[in-house]
């Protein structure tokens, strides 16, 4: 059954693509059902399907990520050939995200500058197929529950994850600390696992969770990935995100933060001194995959009053260096004597 709410424009899609069709056009699909399709699609690996549907195969290509999933947003020159469908689409979902108490259908075409009428029919069909939900109360729209579906199977995709999941078991449970992994994705780190003791020894828990964003330049995983990126590519993160000021510790000098980069690179590891967040410490190491490139990075974060930086150079960088060295070694790597 098609999308109900009536959308004007359409798209042609291959027949290939499994929809079904009860119109007269039978290759023809509203266009948030065609957004639907792609982002069930994507998660599924079915990008031959999407280079059929998009006809620009370079653009696919530029958009599937080391770990073969599309990007939720492209760094660089927008394409001139972006759909706009697409496009106002994400823009929708992100504003969703960023509103935990959900929003209004006014505030929303406010937001995103539509007409409420064009407004209401995205959310209507992003409702239809379960990415979007409406509180019968309030009336505001929230992020929908197929959103978690999709990013289950998105991080069963992960093959680095499963990979790396015992590893940070074991040293969370060896240093009683909690211990994060996350890569790098539209120049923010992204937490992709979380690992916290059952009996943490403060009862604090780390305000972090699995899909968080954060800046790169101000936490210690995002150190460590920075530092492998090459100059030009740190120069364009630090001028398009800019070095926005955490705490009273976040670096905001561009030549002090690449100088920065530079010692982590060589010495292997990076600290966060409370530069994300105020009493709280870090300390990270890189991941390697078969072929050498760094792909995410290992963290231990502590609270500051007992994780000293006395405590980070004894024996938290060795902990966490030689388990990021074991998860690399199960990825494939080899290190070069």
Known sequence: MLCPIRVSCQFIIPTTLPIRKKSIHRQRVRPLRAVAQIMVATVRGQKEKLDKFFQFNNIIRNAVSHYGIMSPGM???????????????????????????????????????????TTHRFLSSLSYFGYVRQDPKTRNYFLGLKLVELGQLLLSQLDHRKEAEQFLKDLAEKTKETVHMAFLDRDEI???DKVEIDHNPSGLRMASRVGLRNPAHSCAMGKVLLSYLPEE?????????????????????????????????TQGYAVDDEENEMGIRCVAAPLYNEIGKVVAAISISAPAFRVTKKVIQESLKKEVTETAMKISQRLGFRERR
């Open 233 to 265: 590519e740190v120069d364009r993160v630090i001028e398009e995100k800019g070095l926005v000021k955490r705490t009273e510790h976040t670096i905001t000098d561009p030549h002090q933060l690449k100088k920065q980069l530079n010692l982590v690179r």
């Open 75 to 117: 760094t660089g020159t927008k394409p001139n050939n972006l759909v706009q469908t697409i496009e106002r689409t994400s823009l929708i979902l992100d504003i969703l995200g960023q509103s935990p108490q959900g929003i209004s259908i006014r505030d929303l075409s406010a937001k995103i500058k539509f007409p409420k009428g």
């Open 190 to 192: 992204v937490y992709i």
